[in-house]
C-alpha cells in the first residue's frame, strides 16, 4: 500500500509536469494563452510569498502588490539604465524587493494584525506614489519600456521559451519555500501565529523571525516582479495599485491560508476565474454599450471572496484537512512515513544501551526516576555557556509592579537552589501569576533585581531567559491545536537546533540528519509522559489532563535549568498525578529547579522542599511543607480570622 501511493504521488506530479510541458503546444502556441499560463506561473509564486508571511506567520502584509513593483521596477532599471543582463538583475532584484521588505517589517513590527495592516498598505501607497511621481528614474505614469527578455547563449529567448524558464524558476522558488516550512524556520513562524508568547518561552525570538519571514516573502515576491517585468515587457505603477490585492487575497482565500498547496490551487481558480469574467464582461459590455469590464471584476471578486468565507472558512485545501476524510486522509499519508520508536535507555555493566521501546497501552503515564534522569542526561541542548551554579539559581530582590494605583508586587524577595522544588501559594489576588510573570519575562517591572544561574539580568526577553534555561508553562494549556502532538513537540527544541537559513531552504544533509534526530528526541519525550501513541493526532483533540501533560513534555525539552509549572496538576487523573509527582522527583535528581505553583496543596506539600505564600502582593511566610502549614498567618491568609464568642452571639 504505501510504495502504491508514492506510486500515485509521483504519478500525480509527473502529470503536472507534464500538463506544464505540453501546454505550449496543446494551446497551439497561442500567445495569449501562453502568456496566460506563465502570467499563473508568477501568480503561484507571488501568492505563496504572501501566504508565508500571512499564512505561517499571521503577517497580514498589504504591501506585497507594491514589494511585487518593487522588484518589478528594480530589474527593469538595472536591465534598461545600467545595461546589466538579467542572470545578474534577477538575483539583484530579488535581493532589492527583500531589504524593502526588511526595512518595512523593522518600522512595522511594532504594531500587531490590523495595526500592522494598516501600516503596510500605507507604505504600499508610499511605493505608489513614488513610483508615480519620480518620472527620472520610473518614467511616471508611463512607465518602464523596453525590457526585452532574457538571452540564453547569445539567443534572446522566445515567448515559448521564456515560459519554460518561468516556470522552472517558480517551481524552483515553490521547493525552497516548502523547504523552509518544513523546517526550524517553519516551526518558529507557527509558532508565533499559534502564540507569540509561548513562542518566546520556548526560545523563538518573535522579532527576528518575524523578519526573516517578511523579508524572505518579500523577496520571493520581488522575484516574481521582475520576472513579469520580462514578461510584459514595460513596467508602469498599476503594477503596485493596492486594488490588485484583492485577486492576490482571492487566490489566497479560495485554496487556503496557511497551507503549502492552498495557493497554487487558489491561483488556478482565480485565473480560470478571471477569464470567464472577462468573456462575460464583454458580454455585458455589448449589452449596455459600456467601454470596461474593471467594475464587474471587482464586484465579482468581492461577492467571491465573501462567499469563500462564509462556505469555506479555511478555504478549499484548509477545509478539507479540518474535514473527517480529510483527517483520515491526512493519517493515512502520515502512517506511510512513520515516526521512529520510542527509545528505552537501560543501564548495563558495559555502558549505556538503547533499545526499542514496547509501546504503551494507554494514554496516561507511570515512569521510574531513572528512565527520566537518563532521558535528561540524553537532552542535546549545548551546555557550553552554562557554568555549574554553586549558589543559588534565582535570586529575586525587592521586586515591585503596579497597575495603575494597585501595587500587586511589594518588594518580594525570593531565592531559588539547584535541584530546589519549590512552591508558590497564596489567595486569589494575591500576586502569585504577576510575580511569574515577571521573572519570566512576560511583564516589565518596575523596580527590583533579578539573578539568574549568577547573572545580573536588567529586564530580559522571555526568549533570552528560555535559551539559559528558564522555562515555564502556563496556567490555561499553550499549545498549537491545529498541528500534531509531535509537531508541538519538535518546537520545544529549537534551541537544539544549528541549521542555518540557507541549510534549511535547499534541505542539505546536515539538516536533514538534525530533523530526523530532534524526531527521535521528540518521539522519546512523547513516550515518557504516555502520549506516543497519539504523536499524529492533532493536538487539540487531546484532552485537557493529555495536553498538560504535553506542555510538560516539551518544556522539558527547550532544556530547563529552571521549570516554572503553573498550575500542572488541573485535570489530571490520579494515576497522571503520580507520574507527574515521579517526573519533578526526577527533576530534582538532575538538579533542575522547580517553581511549583498549584491549588491542589496535598500535590504541593509532598513534593516542595520549601514553600512560599504570597497576600496582597507580599511575602508573608516561607519554609518547609510543616512550618508553613502550621504558620498563623498562613491559616489566617486562607481560611480567614478566627470569629470571637461575642461576634458570633450579634449574629442573627
Known sequence: ????????????????????????????NNKFWVTLGAQAAILMLLSSSLNLALGFTDLVSMAHTGIYAVGAYACGLIVTRLGLDFWLALPLATLVAGAVGGLMTLATLRAAHLYFAMVTLSFNLILLQLAFAWEGLTGG??????????????????????????????????????????????????????????????????????????????AFAGMAGALYAHLNGF????????????????????????????????????????????????????????????????????????????????????????????????????????????????????????????????????????????LLTRNPVPTDNRQPITDNLLNVSGMTKSFGGLRALRGVDMQIEPGEVRGLIGPNGSGKSTFVNVISGHLPYDSGQIEFGGEKLNRPATYQLAKRGQVRIFQAAHLFPNLSVVENMLAGFHNHSRQNFIEAALHLP????????????????????????????????????????LEVARALAVGPRLLILDEPATGLTAEELRGLSSLIASLKQQHISVLLIEHNIDFLMRLCDRVSVFEYGEKIAEGTPAEVQSNPRVVVAYLGEPE?????????
Open 510 to 549: 546536515h539538516q536533514r540528519e538534525e530533523e530526523a534526530r530532534l524526531r527521535q528526541e521528540a518521539v522519546n519525550y512523547l513516550a515518557l509522559v504516555g502520549l506516543s501513541e497519539r504523536a499524529l493526532t492533532l493536538a487539540g483533540s487531546l484532552s485537557h489532563g493529555q495536553q498538560r501533560l
Open 141 to 218: 505614469e508611463g512607465g518602464l519600456i523596453g525590457i526585452k527578455r532574457p538571452a540564453l547563449g547569445g539567443q534572446r529567448l522566445d515567448l515559448n521559451q521564456y515560459y519554460y524558464l518561468i516556470w522552472v524558476l517558480v517551481l524552483v522558488s515553490l521547493w525552497l519555500i516548502f523547504n523552509l516550512v518544513r523546517s526550524k524556520f517553519g516551526r518558529a513562524f507557527i509558532s508565533i501565529r499559534g502564540d507569540e508568547a509561548t513562542a518566546a518561552s520556548l526560545g523563538v525570538n518573535p522579532f527576528k523571525y518575524k523578519l526573516i519571514s517578511f523579508a524572505t516573502s518579500s
Open 235 to 374: 513596467v508602469n505603477p498599476a503594477l503596485g495599485d493596492s486594488s490588485g490585492s484583492l485577486s492576490l487575497f482571492v487566490a489566497l482565500f479560495i485554496g487556503g491560508v496557511g497551507t503549502l498547496s492552498g495557493p497554487l490551487l487558489g491561483v488556478i481558480f482565480a485565473t480560470g476565474i478571471e477569464r470567464l469574467l472577462m468573456v462575460g464582461g464583454d458580454a455585458l459590455n455589448k449589452a449596455t454599450n459600456t467601454a470596461s469590464n474593471t467594475s464587474y471584476q471587482a464586484l465579482a471578486y468581492g461577492l467571491l471572496l465573501i462567499l469563500t468565507m462564509a462556505v469555506l472558512p479555511s478555504g478549499i485545501v484548509g477545509t478539507w484537512t479540518k474535514s473527517k476524510a480529510g483527517r483520515k486522509w491526512s493519517n493515512f499519508l502520515a502512517q506511510l512515513h512513520p515516526l521512529p520508536k520510542p527509545q528505552e535507555l537501560r543501564v548495563a555493566s558495559s555502558g549505556l544501551h538503547i533499545e526499542n521501546q514496547k509501546p504503551s497501552t494507554h494514554n496516561s503515564f507511570t515512569t521510574e526516576n531513572t528512565e527520566v534522569s537518563q
Open 1 to 28: 500500500m504505501m510504495s502504491r501511493v508514492r506510486v500515485l504521488k509521483w504519478v500525480a506530479l509527473g502529470l503536472g509536469l507534464l500538463l506544464i510541458g505540453l501546454w505550449p503546444g496543446l494551446v497551439e
Open 644 to 652: 470571637t464568642i461575642e461576634e458570633s452571639k450579634v449574629r442573627p
